[in-house]
């Protein structure tokens, strides 16, 4: 019987003792001689790419011997728990990862640095520009992917069906997947996890929206949302796997994938580098829709932290880890997301790899694009309420109608 | 915790060292001021812990409480509205209802399972030392390998727990992944791993039964049961009340085995105070709230332990 103490208190204490003696800190120079470390906080290379980051690290002291650059690499999952707690101890690294959902929160609070004379025509002008608020750039897109779907072509020849196209819809998805599953021998035709970023892209490929045109109230609650909640959950149990038996833990479904025991997988083109020569023989196709294409896209980006001690260094790092050609270079040959590059003949040999064949679905999904809902403080608060809505629907305690009524309710309470 | 014994406790020889000298008032004085400094000395190494971990982080949270604070931005006043939004917030009501459900199902597991153990190994039988030692094992393993072992075991479709009851011809449930289950496994995880705590309090307390009321109750012809009602539990009452004191203050603090088996889920049903201030403070950004919550807590813990303390004369028999 351990003693936890309220463990929030000293915590915020902590916090509250910390913020008070950093406001002042002094900016220097870094283009003198002077030494400097630069601390790089993230969670992009986490998982398998740790070594790839690395390359780019070593590349830039190289070319700055004056910068060293000190890496922290942390899961996802605890990502933006561990930032937000630097933050208000005042213990950010100099420069760390932020997302495109969360910058908003980060420009309001005055965490992060607006930055000045970055080349921007070296970047797609697109993502660079989903990183500016009021004029000002916040933050430097670092890479940017999309989720495919991935498909066992073994799988699929033994159930004697026709490998997914392009111009697949939700019910051909269906079809097959109910032939791969062989419940008896552990296979599954299909997974997609049941949550929020799922769900916002599976409403939009069925001609929905999540927030209604003035942002002020949502509009999931409809037919369509309807629809996609029980398009993600009736496949639990029936051609996927339930929590129950593993799904929602970490790694459950690449694991499954790369076992041979997963027909198709919706997933990120990051999970793509793991996969190599496990199973045998794989692809990927962008992903059905219903009423039409959508595909969830995510960009990731280096912001410099507000309170660092050298902004420049920290700018110079954060250039670097975004525009550089070393990094666009580490990323197309490891498959490791991809750059964000303007320069479209960068691109041109990530197609020319080897695994997976069909990598032009990587670019196809772009052209229609899902782009999650952004609500500012209280995303993940809203993130939650979806999930948990879902994993109701999912479990069959509650009709898909009910589920998404509560979660209205509750996140157009968030809005007001 | 706070020592509960009652504390007339005074340094050793302190009695006797100034009070025989027949000497002038201004000596008298300055002994005494010499004596509370020494008594200040050998207090310093835990107040100061107590006074910069827990006295001045509690007053720097109900500060924060009355404000509106993501950690990240500035603070904003808002004066008491956190604590308004909080009574009347069902997230809340639900977190104190989920912990009392947690209390009201392990306070009795784990006292009458560390009872039954403790009159068990009170008895003369083999390699009792080796047994005391094993159950009170899991009392220091940490949380968090409890808690991955439990949530193992009741792995719905491939733990021990649901294939030991298909044996009997029982469908397990889903333990964790059900709202209806997902406490009583907590609950079944926190008793297993405290009961070899409430052993050894309740053990160190059957030995100090002397033996004599044993002899004289069966010379008065009073049986096994007699005798356990009668002259075991009586006598128990001190470390029973110990156990129940401290199982209520540490079960209103439950957080780790939640945090590690379900995260407060499935869909909340499980999500207890500790676990909201967490996810209020870490996930939503809210830390003004998570502060008002702690104190919501700590005020709640303070009443019903001073309920218990009032309570105690009625029952706890100090012989």
Redesign the interface.
């Given at each position: 019987?351990?003693?936890?103490?309220?463990?929030?208190?000293?915590?915020?204490?902590a916090?509250?003792l910390s913020t008070t003696g950093c406001g002042s800190a002094a900016k220097s120079d870094a283009s003198s001689n002077e030494k400097v470390t630069i601390k790089y906080s993230n969670f992009t290379s986490n998982g398998g790419n740790e070594k790839n980051l690395d390359t780019i690290v070593q590349a830039f002291e190289k070319a700055n011997p004056n910068i060293t650059v000190q890496v922290t690499t942390l899961p996802y999952k605890d990502y933006a728990?561990a930032l937000?707690?630097d933050?208000?101890a005042g213990t950010q690294a100099d420069t760390f990862d932020i997302e495109y959902a969360n910058l908003g929160?980060?420009v309001?609070?005055?965490?992060v640095a607006p930055l000045d004379g970055v080349d921007g025509s070296k970047y797609k002008e697109s993502l660079l520009k989903s990183y500016q608020a009021d004029g000002k750039q916040y933050a430097l897109p670092s890479s940017f992917s999309d989720v495919v779907l991935y498909f066992n072509k073994d799988l699929f020849d033994k159930a004697g069906v026709q490998y997914p196209t392009a111009s697949w819809t939700w019910a051909d998805e269906t079809a097959a997947a109910k032939k791969i599953t062989d419940s008896g021998a552990g296979v599954y035709g299909d997974f997609q996890n049941v949550s929020f970023y799922e769900f916002y892209k599976a409403l939009e490929q069925t001609g929905g929206k999540f927030l209604n045109d003035d942002g002020k109230s949502v509009a999931f609650n409809s037919p369509q949302g309807v629809k996609a909640a029980e398009w993600l959950a009736g496949k639990s149990g029936t051609t996927m796997p339930?929590?129950?038996?593993?799904a929602g833990t970490p790694d459950f479904d690449t694991k499954l994938f790369k076992d041979g025991k997963l027909g198709m997988l919706h997933s990120g083109i990051w999970v793509a580098s793991s996969f190599a020569d496990t199973p045998k023989n794989w692809d990927i196709v962008v992903e059905p829709g219903d009423t039409q294409k959508a595909s969830a896209l995510f960009s990731n980006a280096v912001a410099v932290s507000a309170n660092t001690k050298n902004e420049a260094a920290a700018q110079k790092w954060a250039e670097f880890m975004t525009s550089s050609e070393v990094m666009a270079q580490t990323r197309i040959s490891s498959g490791w997301e991809l750059p964000p590059t303007s320069d479209e003949s960068v691109l041109k040999p990530y197609l020319t790899k080897d695994k997976p064949a069909n990598r032009q679905a990587v670019f196809d999904a772009l052209e229609h694009v899902a782009l999650p809902p952004v609500i500012g403080?209280?995303q993940?608060?809203m993130v939650?309420i979806i999930t948990?809505a879902l994993?109701?629907v999912e479990?069959k305690?509650s009709s898909a109608a009910d589920a998404l009524k509560g979660a209205a309710d509750q996140i157009n309470a968030l809005l007001k | 915790?706070t020592v509960l014994e009652s504390s007339n406790s005074t340094l050793p020889g302190a009695a006797t060292y100034p009070t025989r000298m027949s000497s002038p008032r201004r000596r008298k004085a300055s002994s005494r001021l010499r004596y509370s400094l020494t008594v200040a000395l050998f207090l310093l190494p835990s107040a100061l812990p107590l006074l910069f971990?827990?006295i001045?982080?509690?007053i720097?949270?109900f500060?924060?409480s009355l404000h509106q604070w993501?950690?990240?931005?500035?603070m904003k006043w808002i004066g008491a509205d956190n604590y308004a939004r909080l009574i009347t917030d069902p997230g809340t009501q639900g977190a104190f209802l989920h912990t009392v459900y947690y209390i009201v199902g392990y306070l009795p597991l784990v006292y009458i399972g560390g009872l039954g153990i403790a009159l068990a190994l009170n008895s003369r039988i083999k390699a009792r030392g080796m047994l005391r030692g094993l159950y009170f094992l899991p009392?220091v393993t940490s949380?968090i390998v409890v808690a991955l072992v439990w949530r193992w075991l009741l792995?719905?479709?491939t733990g021990i727990v649901n294939w030991l009851l298909s044996l009997v011809g029982i469908a397990g449930p889903?333990w964790w992944?059900?709202?209806a289950w997902s406490m009583p496994a907590i609950i079944l995880a926190s008793a297993w791993k405290?009961v070899g705590?409430v052993m050894v309090i309740l053990l160190a307390g059957l030995q100090a039964v002397p033996e004599e009321l044993y002899e004289a109750a069966k010379v008065d012809g009073a049986g096994p049961v007699r005798r356990l009602f009668s002259i075991t539990l009586p006598m128990l009452s001190p470390s029973t009340f110990f156990v129940i004191v401290?199982?209520l203050i540490?079960g209103f603090?439950?957080?780790?085995q939640v945090y590690a088996m379900t995260g407060g889920?499935?869909?909340?049903s499980s999500q207890v105070v500790?676990q909201q201030?967490?996810d209020l403070?870490?996930?939503?950004?809210r830390?003004g709230e998570?502060?008002a919550l702690?104190w919501l807590?700590?005020l709640f813990i303070l009443v019903i332990t001073l309920v218990q303390v009032r309570g105690q004369k009625k029952w706890v028999n100090y012989a």
């Open positions: 019987m351990n003693k936890k103490p309220l463990a929030a208190l000293g915590l915020a204490l916090a509250i728990t937000q707690t933050l208000a929160s980060y309001a609070n005055g965490a339930t929590p129950a038996q593993g403080d209280n993940q608060k939650d948990n994993g109701e479990a305690r | 915790m971990f827990t001045v982080p509690m720097a949270a500060w924060i993501n950690l990240v931005g500035p009392v949380w792995n719905p479709s889903g992944t059900d709202p405290d705590f401290l199982s540490n603090q439950v957080f780790d889920g499935p869909n909340n500790v201030i967490y403070t870490f996930r939503y950004g830390a998570a502060s702690s807590l700590f």
